[in-house]
């Protein structure tokens, strides 16, 4: 009896597409503190051994772990073509394109399929970046929003300003961002960068509470136990109340010493409601030099006491879900003792955006 | 007794004296005891690198190692691998960030200079990922000590060089909130030990101590509280200095010795009991700054940031002979014989040399830095036989002798 080649083939194939995806498992599998790391690494050789074919089902694997199993799936991808490109080997370039066009695969993975098409075949990268100017990836469409720029940019007039605004209803990036703000101020045209961003500009505040001895950081203030605007505290130096605060800066700077004057070992609080239209995920990212803790709902999200090494937009970046309708937002925010004229900032900026740093307004803006 | 062969396989396969196998090399001393350090100096050859950067290159068997971190947030980490000899790529690796990649601008994620045992390479980034390869660049395992310990980072960026002792890595993340100290299975990637540390930012790196073969090999954890003897085997306490010590510039060991940058540099003797290591002098005014100090031919030298070289009596710390370089500095002196090289922050590579008594100027070399881009030299050299490696943010160089004019 002759069997059909495709079941020949099936059964030949069906063990080795078994033991990939075992072996892939293994790599998805890696847990905190190296806990899987030995399997990981047999599994790894095996994946690197399997070539070329296995670059779908290890596309398809990112995303499914953490981000170290992610790392350990990029490596064995990269092996792979390197070690395909050394011996000319093809590698399935119109797969991989097929897996990066496709929205519902993994972040991760659409990313790790365009860096590895990146190193098999760059020309076909470049062809096909210019197409990601509206990925969801932020770090997929930065090429494309460079190209814009880079396009807008041997223009003059009217030309380079289209140029320049079409960048901007794609851009995420805050150089980027920043760039193109400026250049279209020249142009005549003032970018909301608050709304860009999505970062928060209406707060009420309350303080200050102490921080001696950074003591504050640790000390749950009345202000942790209830938000409500109308109550009045004792507080560092006397009775406290909130007041509304409206930041004026272009990135969402909230900044306790207007209001509060130049305190130092002092502790303050931020609030304010965001009214989100569905229930989702959302990022809350946060950039400050001083000790902060973050609340939404009353939930903790994070808390760091590191003082004054530096500040940066999107520094921090917590994990929410919000809730339909409003979603209170608490931040604590505390300024140290350190004399030096580099530890005076005590303030914070904090957005709300989704995980690709696309801002989510409030509803109720 | 005989040796299994996997353990002879290992023997042969160990670091080589030519071998310059973590920051500052041999048993993080600064010192290539087989290096001749030429005194007119060229450029051999370049290699383009992929990313940012001031970890050193270091050497194992022919091959260089660097880390670099690319893109607009330093996200995309790289590992490579090189051709000692010839200056061809023979591979490279990367991953992408778990951990915070924020430093001040100077600096960059790529901060933390490899180590080797010979057969492995341990990276270690500033944003606390760190891997694991075999020499032909084989992934050995991963970590990510933000993902495992998510308050552990520093806003100015983390630069702390791991060691290997025996089948220890030691990596110190110090940090003013989530501070620690791990020993690492180098086989495994799996946690041995993890010990808290001192909550303040602290740049040093952990150094190798094993002045003889009958000693406890130990590794040394440096911290403003002073320096911790820990066995690399179990992290458990050997013996602890509480003096104090600089959380920028890492001490060094020579001889038995360590030279602490404490209080000025402090010359300890460590015990094999347990007890505080006596102190054998002390050199108030020596201020090494950030650069870490060297001994060498029965001295000590510091360079402070502004580019001036003070020497000291190894024995007794007595003040020697000084010599102002064009500064300024970042990156620490290595030497061989009686030679010095050092490079400052605009590539100026300056070849000192002491044969004569005080030391002087034998020769120098401007590097090519891509000025446009603002480069500079960060990261100590590499030395090997009469090789000097050095990378800026784009470019790794060796450099070798120059014909006589």
Redesign the interface.
């Known amino acids: 009896m002759k069997l059909p080649v495709a079941f020949v083939l099936f059964a030949a194939l069906a063990p080795l597409h078994a033991a990939l995806e075992d072996s892939l498992k293994s790599l998805v599998a890696v847990e905190r503190e190296g806990r899987g790391n030995e399997a990981a690494n047999t599994a790894w050789q095996d994946i690197v051994k399997a070539g070329p074919s296995a670059i779908p089902a290890l596309l398809a694997a990112s995303g499914k772990g953490s981000e170290v199993a992610d790392n350990w799936l990029r490596l064995a991808g990269d092996v792979i073509v390197e070690n395909a490109r050394r011996t000319n080997e093809p590698v399935p370039l119109a797969a991989m394109e097929t897996f990066l066009t496709d929205l519902t695969h993994s972040p991760s993975g659409r990313q790790l399929a365009f860096d590895l098409m990146r190193r098999a075949d760059p020309a076909k990268a470049d062809a096909i970046e210019p197409h990601l100017i509206q990925d969801p990836v932020q770090a997929l469409r930065r090429g494309a929003v460079e190209r814009l720029i880079t396009v807008a940019r041997k223009k003059s007039g009217d030309e380079m300003k289209a140029g320049y605004l079409e960048a901007l209803a794609a851009v995420r990036d805050e150089d980027q961002t920043a760039f193109l703000a400026k250049e279209l101020k020249q142009l005549g045209v003032t970018v909301d960068l608050p709304s860009h961003f999505g970062f928060l500009m209406k707060w009420h505040i309350i303080g200050p509470f102490e921080n001696a001895e950074k003591k504050g950081f640790d000390t749950a203030f009345p202000p942790e136990k209830e938000v409500a605007l109308e109550a009045t505290y004792e507080g560092k130096s006397g009775q406290v109340t909130w007041q509304p605060f409206e930041s004026k800066h272009d990135y969402g700077k909230v900044d306790f010493n207007k209001p509060f004057g130049m305190l130092k070992e002092a502790t303050a609080y931020a609030t304010t409601t965001f009214d989100s239209a569905v229930e989702r995920d959302a990022e809350l990212r946060l950039g400050g030099k001083n000790a902060w803790k973050v609340w939404i709902n009353g939930q903790l999200l994070f808390g760091r006491d590191e003082y004054h090494r530096g500040q940066e937009m999107d520094q921090y970046k917590l994990k929410c879900r919000l809730k339909k309708g409003a979603n209170v937002i608490l931040v604590k925010c505390c300024q140290d003792g350190q004399k030096e004229e580099w530890t005076v900032e005590w303030e914070f900026q904090l957005r709300v955006c989704d995980s690709t740093g696309t801002a989510i307004l409030s509803a109720s803006k | 007794m005989k040796l299994a062969l996997p353990a002879l396989c290992a023997l042969a396969l160990s670091c080589h004296a030519s071998d310059w196998p973590q920051f500052r090399g041999p048993g993080s001393t600064g010192v290539a005891a087989d290096a001749a350090i030429p005194a007119k100096t060229k450029i051999e050859w370049t290699a383009p690198l992929p990313g940012r950067g001031l970890a050193s290159p270091i050497l194992i068997g022919g091959k260089l190692f660097i880390t670099a971190a690319s ?2 947030k330093q ?1 995309r980490l790289h590992v490579l691998c090189f051709d000692a000899e010839t200056g061809a790529r023979i ?6 960030a ?1 951990g ?1 990649t ?1 430093t ?1 601008a100077k600096s960059s994620v790529a901060a933390c200079t490899p180590c080797s045992d010979g057969r492995r390479v341990f990276a270690l980034w500033s944003c606390n ?1 760190l ?1 694991a390869f075999d020499l032909d ?8 000590l933000t ?2 310990y ?2 552990a ?4 960026g983390m630069a702390s060089s791991p060691i290997v002792v025996g089948e220890t890595v030691v990596v110190m993340i110090e ?3 989530e501070s620690y100290a791990l020993g ?2 180098a086989k ?4 041995l030990w993890k010990l808290d540390r001192p ?1 303040t ?1 602290n740049w040093t790196s952990p150094l190798p101590f094993h002045p003889d073969a009958k000693s406890r090999p130990a590794a040394l954890l440096q911290s403003n509280a002073g320096i911790l003897a820990i066995d690399p085997a179990s992290g458990s306490r050997l013996w602890e200095y509480t003096g104090g010590a600089s959380t920028i510039s890492s001490g060094v060991v020579s001889g038995g010795t360590l030279f602490a940058v404490s209080n000025g540099i402090t010359a300890l003797s460590p015990t094999s009991d347990g007890a505080a290591p006596a102190q054998l002098w002390r050199a108030k005014g020596i201020n090494p700054s950030t650069i870490s100090p060297l001994i060498l031919d029965g001295l000590l030298f510091s360079v402070n940031s502004a580019g001036v070289i003070a020497t000291a009596d190894a024995k007794t710390g007595d003040s020697k002979w000084k010599l102002r370089l064009t500064g300024p500095f970042s990156a620490s002196p290595v030497g061989a014989g009686q030679r010095l090289v050092l490079v400052n922050e605009p590539g100026l590579l300056q070849v000192v040399d002491f044969s004569k008594g005080d030391g002087v100027l034998a020769g120098d070399l401007q590097l090519p830095l891509k000025t446009e881009a603002k480069e500079l030299i960060l990261g100590t050299p590499a030395l090997s036989g009469s090789r000097i490696f050095i990378r800026t943010d784009s470019a790794l160089w060796r450099i070798g002798e120059a014909a006589a004019e």
């Open positions: 893109g607009p996200q591979w490279e690796r990367q991953l992408q778990t915070r924020m001040f990922d891997a660049g084989n992934l050995l395992w991963l970590r990510g993902a495992d998510p308050n980072s520093n806003s100015l940090n003013d909130s690492i299975d495994t990637g799996r946690n909550k930012a």
